[in-house]
């Protein structure tokens, strides 16, 4: 029995347009600034990279554009560039709250710190697999 082939999933059928691959990488270089802001200046790393102009312009980017890369594998670089902004933003107000009680302070930096690790990792490896042009994993 001859089974049809199945479809390419969306991700594999279109491609983005150039100009879009250059916007992920500007996403990408504006955030890596923010994170090297911190590192170097008086911030935090995670402070830097959700409060600083860079990281902020990076995310209406990103949103601007998203409709753009639909259908794409480029949009699973917008979806990893908007859930690392939005999801330091959440764990820096729980850190936020930690710090209300006195008793989660040192949980707060703790938090804060491994924050910073994570996004930075997350810019390194999303940069890394722009690239290399192939997708991340949209969960």
Do not use: K
């Not at 639909?70 to 729980?94: C, D, K, N, P, Y």
């Amino acid at each position: 029995m001859n089974y049809p082939e199945p479809s390419p999933s969306p991700l594999q059928a279109g491609q983005p347009s150039e100009n879009m691959v250059t916007v992920a990488h500007l996403v990408y270089a504006l955030h890596a600034f923010a994170v090297f802001s911190g590192v170097v200046g008086s911030a935090t790393i995670v402070g830097s990279f959700i409060a600083s102009l860079p990281s902020i312009a990076a995310v209406a980017l990103n949103y601007w554009n998203q409709a753009a890369v639909r259908g794409t594998w480029l949009e699973s670089h917008f979806r990893w560039q908007i859930r690392t902004f939005w999801f330091a933003v959440l764990w820096v107000a729980l850190a936020v709250l930690m710090v209300l009680t006195v008793i989660g302070f040192p949980f707060a930096l703790l938090v804060v710190a491994l924050l910073g690790l994570w996004v930075l990792y997350r810019v390194v490896r999303g940069w890394w697999v722009l690239a290399g042009r192939r997708t991340l994993p949209m969960g």
